[in-house]
């Protein structure tokens, strides 16, 4: 007489894969940007070039303390944006304790704080940007005029998309009845877009308002 064995069957916990094909795409894509943001520092740093007495009255303008804390409030919400990620991974949208027990949060409460982070950078930017007009900097003043607000504009256009696309994976993470891997893969795929205006700005924060 023979006894099957059987093998216990063992359950594990739903994990998040981020699917290839959309990682390369989102890379690829990312990486046009990269190309056209090396166009602006071109173009920025010929200008520079054929005008420097206009650079150097220019710089002297600008509010280096404003734009570094604005800088920092931007690199901090690349921060509360990767939370956000590990929630989504969790497959955890909403939080599951009080408003203040940040530990218990969601993707959506972490998403909406990088909202605001975002939109306060863009906001103090547009302060400069009146303060600078008011002092006579204006995109037709002159090369460095033009030079500044191209590219400090496009990278603030960008933050724009990056702000809307947030909106859109908050309201559509409300309205899904479960939030399962298809929503959490959007929420990482907005994260890279992200992290890459981030990054894009340090760069543009030290060339403008520090290179000498």
């Not at 023979?2 to 990682?23: D, F």
């Not at 956000?84 to 969790?90: I, T």
């Not at 460095?144 to 960008?158: P, R």
Request: some cysteine; aromatic content about 16%.
């Amino acid at each position: 007489m023979t006894t099957a064995t059987q093998t216990p069957s063992t359950s594990a916990a739903p994990t998040l894969n981020r699917p290839n094909i959309v990682s390369v795409g989102t890379v690829v894509w990312l990486a046009s940007e990269l190309m056209f943001f090396a166009g602006l520092f071109a173009m920025y740093f010929t200008m520079r070039a054929t005008s420097p007495e206009a650079w150097a009255e220019g710089a002297d303008l600008l509010d280096i303390p404003l734009a570094l804390g604005n800088t920092i409030v931007l690199v901090l919400s690349s921060v509360t944006c990767q939370f956000g990620v590990f929630k989504a991974e969790q497959l955890k949208a909403r939080r599951s304790g009080a408003i203040w027990q940040v530990g218990q949060w969601g993707m959506i409460e972490w998403f909406f704080l990088t909202f605001v982070m975002g939109a306060f950078f863009v906001s103090v930017q547009a302060l400069e940007y009146a303060t600078l007009v008011s002092e006579g900097v204006t995109i037709a003043s002159g090369p460095y005029g033009s030079a500044f607000y191209i590219t400090t504009g496009f990278h603030a256009l960008h933050v724009t998309g990056g702000l809307i696309a947030f909106l859109f994976i908050i309201g559509r993470a409300y309205l899904a009845k479960r939030f399962g891997h298809y929503e959490a893969t959007s929420s990482i795929v907005v994260s890279y877009y992200w992290h890459f205006v981030d990054v894009v700005w340090i760069v543009l924060f030290l060339v403008v308002y520090f290179l000498k």
